[in-house]
């Protein structure tokens, strides 16, 4: 196995990590794969960072019944890992029930620990 395959497969690792701790809502699985300067840009265009994406978390009102992702196609340059894949969730937020697919985009970083998701985006299915 090459070293870049060895890299693709811990990052692929770390984003099933990432989904599965979703579905169980680990907060702290969710808070040790963040950067701390991560940056996800929402729906509407607003950029959130780590602490307020943990607090929406934290507020007890975001449930999944079903969280995965796959398809994944991954370009790793340097310490710098570009994760494109597919995401499907469904679940409850503030009472307000919620099915979609989306395809995303993830930057990981590879820090100190491991692969650290650094920013994110997705694009619901139409």
């Known amino acids: 196995m090459s070293d870049i395959s060895k890299l693709i497969e811990e990052v692929i690792a770390t984003e099933r990590r990432w989904v599965k701790a979703?579905?169980?809502?680990?907060?702290?699985?969710?808070?040790?794969?963040?950067?701390?300067?991560y940056?996800?840009?929402?729906?509407?265009?607003?950029v959130i960072g780590k602490e307020e994406?943990?607090?929406?978390?934290?507020?007890?009102?975001?449930?999944?019944?079903?969280?995965?992702s796959d398809d994944y196609e991954v370009r790793i340059?340097?310490?710098?890992?570009?994760?494109?894949?597919?995401?499907?969730?469904v679940?409850?937020?503030?009472?307000?029930?919620?099915?979609?697919g989306a395809?995303?985009?993830a930057v990981y970083v590879l820090e100190v620990g491991g692969w650290k998701l650094a920013a994110d985006v997705s694009v619901p299915f139409e």
Do not use: M, P
Not at 24 to 34: N, V
Not at 53 to 68: H, P
Not at 91 to 100: H, L, P, S, T, V
């Open 103 to 105: 395809r995303f985009l």
């Open 53 to 68: 994406l943990l607090a929406s978390y934290r507020s007890g009102e975001r449930k999944w019944d079903v969280a995965e």
């Open 77 to 89: 340059y340097g310490e710098t890992a570009v994760l494109i894949g597919c995401w499907r969730g």
């Open 22 to 37: 979703h579905l169980e809502l680990d907060l702290d699985t969710i808070a040790s794969i963040l950067s701390d300067g």
């Open 91 to 100: 679940g409850e937020n503030a009472g307000e029930r919620f099915d979609y």
């Open 39 to 46: 940056r996800q840009i929402r729906a509407d265009g607003s």
